[in-house]
């Protein structure tokens, strides 16, 4: 399996560390990704994690852009200052560091959320909001599955 997906909560542990779910742990061999862009999320009180190639791709859809043009330096500024590179230690676990929970809320649980090529971190009671409201708009526009 070479995707994100479904989601899983875990807590986290007196150190701040999370065990990241060994499913996304096995994408993460099978892509082997060792070093984790984490990017604040444009929409929801979320962190994107993936690996550099998540990155190089915002990379090229801010240099497909004038380099002047307003729209082009806000994504940088979005990229570059609203996101870090990490690692996770031996065991698996990620550091939930203040730059993670300032922007999601999280405290002592972290919802991991799959998104095919990354995944995310939510703070659970955030993310089962976020996803109710989406599938009510989903309902209403009449999509089925």
Known sequence: MSRFLSNATNRIDAKGRVSVPAAFRAVLAVRDIQELYCLQDFVYPAINIGGPDLLERYERKVAAEDPFA????????????????????????????????????????????????????????????????????????????
């Open 70 to 145: 307003l729209g082009a330096n806000e994504m940088s500024l979005l990229l570059h200052g609203g996101g870090v590179f990490m690692r996770l230690d031996a065991e698996g676990r990620l550091m939930m560091t203040e730059f993670i929970r300032d922007f999601t809320g999280i405290s002592s649980e972290v919802c991991f959320v799959g998104r095919s090529d990354h995944f995310q971190v939510w703070q659970p009671q955030a993310f089962h909001e976020a996803q109710a409201k989406a599938r009510e708009v989903v309902r209403q526009r009449g999509l089925r599955t």
